[in-house]
């Protein structure tokens, strides 16, 4: 048994010493219970290479517009030639690729980058879910939390929050960077004049924060193990996709089938935050984005009504 | 089935059915604890520590704990019962993880539900399910801070806790490498960590080595006579009686009896108390029927109102004694005519045994109908 119960200091030990001060609410356990997730999310290698994969993207961004900022200027005035296409003057094939890789500071620019790295959010997520959430139900650690002078809510907005901050990390927070290297590499006016650039990546941000959140949360409460997670997440993120661009391009239905793409209602609301215009965006024959918020909206309640009756009947009889 | 679910009150819809109760305020009673952040006043003193009236849960068409009361102030209490009585799912509601159906669960006075009724209470689940990749320390910490104190404090009273329950040395190691002991011990320390009034405590000698079992035994005993209240469930009968004689026996989501073991014994009418009794020969070696003793006390006996039987069980020619088995009802009022017998007739008796009145036997008959 090794070391034994600490019999001798009893009476001390017990009444440890007179608590003086003021608890905290229980909104203030929501950051602990984050934590908590995030430890256990982060204390697994696995993480750290999928994080640092889908941060590759970034990178690529990031080094883009520093290669192409810095090729600009080493640009001399005399042409260039390209292959047997011809001569072409350096700056204006800058420009050109900066058009093309959509690395030019623009909305365009951040959409692109929002788009690919949540592709890398999503895996992660479907990864992490189980992590994060499926195994307090699977396992019964939930009865640690619910024992505590905390609600259900408080352990939902903490587990929430652990699922944001990972959102975050990965989009947001990148995408600010990559608006404040733009704004060094080429002019201190850009941060202000673009002000609603920053905005808009916020904005974007938050769109992918709540509805990744939610829905997260609901399916790893309902799915607890990873592999029916991943292939919920495939269903609901690739194969919806693949069925509305076949309704809509393929049948030609109406636009409002892409709306069973959740993916693409994200990227409606996004390029809306971002000021985009629907015609900007790829396929073309989109809903309006006020109708993807709606369907949006109507998912994220749904996940939290099952949410809610989920953690309140979370002890039934198996 | 069980003589106290048959009580005539069983088939009434508006009582509880607490066939024995007693409430508890044990020997020794020391003042009750203080709880971290708040002054008890006199008057909240004053009030039972845990308190269920008529509390019913159903999970479904299932019902869980039916119609239970129940009131704790201090010491220990064993909660006993087969699987699936309800025990868990009590001190579930009991630790505000549900809420009841029907009826109310009070804790010094708030529902069991509100934060502030948590604040009073320690749970040690079942499960020993944590995150694997932590260390002893993060977790129990972490657990710390959802109780509400800041993080110095809640580095401080995990430190505390750790010591307590023995696991100072090993806390640093990751909890996927820790024994089923070393797991209790950190669920143990989890629920100790805001020195609570009430602790609930599901299921925590199983896993533990004899040794272990000991130091958790004598833990409980001290936490208790410091006047804090303990409910413990186990199957683990024998540490329980080491623990404890306070019970509260649960069978089909019911009380079905609370008190100490001798109570409820004493109300167990359909199961007479066994009692045998060895009586002294007068010249060892000889088995002399005419002059045997134990007929004339079994005769005795059997002129008493309690006793229902007397059976004269085989005695081995080398025994210096004869053995006598009684069937007797109302112990207490059994004894005393029994010692009035034997001082009148100066029957030499070498041996008395009660034979069913342990936690198991009084368990069995109430469960089963027979002794565990």
């Known amino acids: 048994m090794g070391e034994s119960l600490n019999r001798a200091a009893t009476p001390e030990l017990l009444h440890y010493r007179p608590w003086r001060g003021e608890f905290r609410t229980p909104a203030a356990s929501i950051w602990p219970i984050a934590r908590v997730a995030l430890t256990s999310i982060f204390q697994k290698w696995m993480f750290w290479i999928i994080y640092i994969l889908g941060l590759l993207i970034f990178l690529l961004f990031f080094f883009g517009q520093y290669l192409l900022s810095w090729a600009e200027t080493q640009a001399g005035e005399t042409d260039v030639q390209l292959g047997g296409w011809g001569r072409m003057n350096p700056r204006h094939l800058i420009a050109l690729f900066r058009g093309f890789l959509k690395l030019d500071g623009s909305a365009e620019s951040y959409r692109s980058f929002f788009a690919y790295q949540g592709y890398i959010v999503m895996i992660v997520l479907a990864l992490a879910g189980s992590i994060l959430i499926g195994n307090d139900l699977r396992f019964g650690s939930l009865p640690y939390y619910l024992s505590k002078p905390l609600s259900r809510w408080h352990y939902l907005l903490g587990k929430g929050l652990a699922v944001a901050v990972f959102i975050n990390l990965m989009t947001t927070l990148p995408a600010i960077v990559l608006f404040a290297q733009w704004g060094v590499l080429e002019s201190w006016e850009y941060l202000f004049e673009r002000f609603d650039l920053l905005l808009g990546i916020l904005g974007y941000g938050l769109v992918l924060t709540v509805t990744l959140t939610v829905l997260l949360l609901a399916t790893a409460t309902w799915l607890r193990r990873t592999v029916p997670l991943i292939m919920m997440w495939t269903t609901l993120f690739f194969f919806c ?5 076949a309704m809509v391009d393929g049948l030609r239905f109406s636009p409002r089938w892409r709306l069973i793409d ?13 000021g985009l215009d629907l015609e900007t965006i790829r396929p073309g024959n989109q809903p309006p984005w006020y109708e993807a918020a709606l369907v949006l909206g109507g998912v994220s309640l749904l996940c939290l009504t099952y949410l809610i009756r989920r953690i309140r009947g979370v002890e039934i009889v198996r | 089935m069980p003589d106290l679910l048959d009580s005539p009150d069983s088939g009434r819809g508006d009582r509880p059915l607490t066939a024995i109760s007693v409430s508890r305020d044990p020997k020794g009673s020391a003042p009750p604890a203080l709880p971290f952040g708040s002054r008890l006043t006199e008057e909240a003193a004053a009030l039972p520590l845990l308190l269920c009236q008529r509390v019913s849960k159903w999970y479904g068409p299932v019902i869980g704990v039916n119609q239970v009361t129940l009131e704790l102030r201090s010491g220990i209490t064993g909660l006993v019962g087969s699987n699936g009585a309800g025990k868990s799912t009590l001190m579930r509601l009991i630790t505000g993880q549900l809420r009841p159906d029907l009826g109310s669960i009070e804790i010094r006075g708030h529902d069991a539900w509100s934060t502030s009724a948590r604040r009073h209470v320690g749970y040690c689940p079942e499960l020993d399910s944590f995150y694997e990749e932590m260390s002893g320390r993060q977790f129990v910490e972490a657990m710390a801070r959802l109780y509400g104190y800041p993080r110095r404090e809640a580095l401080d009273r995990a430190a505390f806790a750790l010591e307590r329950v023995g696991m100072a040395g090993r806390a640093e190691r990751r909890v996927r490498g ?29 896993g533990i080595d004899p040794v272990g079992r000991d130091e958790f035994v004598r833990l409980f005993g001290d936490l208790a006579s410091m006047g804090k209240c303990l409910l413990i469930s186990s199957h683990e009968l024998e540490e329980l009686e080491k623990l404890t004689d306070h019970l509260a026996i649960m069978a089909h989501g019911r009380i079905a009896a609370v008190g100490t073991v001798a109570q409820i014994r004493d109300r167990l009418d359909n199961h007479p108390l066994l009692i045998r009794i060895d009586v002294k020969r007068s010249s060892p070696g000889e088995n002399d029927s005419e002059n045997d003793e134990r007929r ?32 007797a009802r109302n112990p207490q009022r059994f004894f005393q005519e029994l010692t009035r017998l034997v001082l009148e007739e100066w029957y030499e008796i070498a041996r008395l045994e009660t034979l069913d009145d342990s936690t198991s036997a009084v368990l069995g008959y109430l469960l089963s109908g027979r002794s565990a």
């Not at chain 2, 820790?178 to 199983?206: F, N, T």
């Open chain 1, 241 to 245: 996709r693949l069925l509305s661009a």
């Open chain 1, 262 to 274: 959740l993916w693409n209602s994200t990227s409606l609301i996004g390029a809306a935050c971002l």
């Open chain 2, 178 to 206: 820790y024994s089923k002991g070393m797991r209790q011990r950190i669920k143990l320390a989890q629920a100790l960590l805001h020195d609570p009034e009430l602790m609930v405590l599901d299921e925590p000698l199983s």
């Open chain 2, 296 to 327: 004339r006390l079994a005769a005795g006996l059997l002129k008493l109102n309690d006793v229902v039987g007397v059976e004269l069980l085989d005695a081995r020619p080398e025994d210096a004694v004869d053995p006598v088995l009684v069937r």
